[in-house]
Nanobody, 120 residues
Framework: QVQFVESGGGLVQPGGSLRLSCTAS????????MSWYRQAPGKRRELVAH???????TYADSVKGRFTASRDNAKKTLYLQMSSLQPEDTAVYYC??????????????WGQGTQVTVSS
């Protein structure tokens, strides 16, 4: 069974920074496309960033220039460095993996993720 453990969220003031981590167990991490998603209350889950096997990353326009995704295949860990955080970044953040068997996380409920709250 594949298990994700997100961490690093918390309360931060506008303009602040956070570094999120996602450790994935039970999957061929190095051969998986890894992605960050977020979901704010009352809104649909949205893609934040994804990073491919080649380590090239792409970002949603809303976070481009502020967020940086990276991966450490040896540690099976995905990272999201977030800077210049804004209140609209407040959401629960999740990671996901696309493997040879497809997306690991499916459907509506993805667990508890890690909460990021940007507020003064």
């Amino acid at each position: 069974q594949v298990q994700f453990v997100e961490s690093g969220g918390g309360l931060v003031q506008p303009g602040g920074s956070l570094r999120l981590s996602c450790t994935a167990s039970g999957t061929n991490f190095s051969q998986s496309i890894m992605s960050w998603y977020r979901q704010a209350p009352g809104k649909r889950r949205e893609l934040v960033a994804h990073i491919g096997v080649s380590d090239s990353a792409t970002y949603a326009d809303s976070v481009k220039g502020r967020f940086t995704a990276s991966r450490d295949n040896a540690k099976k860990t995905l990272y999201l460095q977030m800077s210049s955080l804004q209140p609209e970044d407040t959401a629960v953040y999740y990671c996901n993996a696309f493997t040879s068997a497809g997306w690991v996380r499916r459907g509506d409920y993805w667990g508890q993720g890690t909460q990021v709250t940007v507020s003064s």
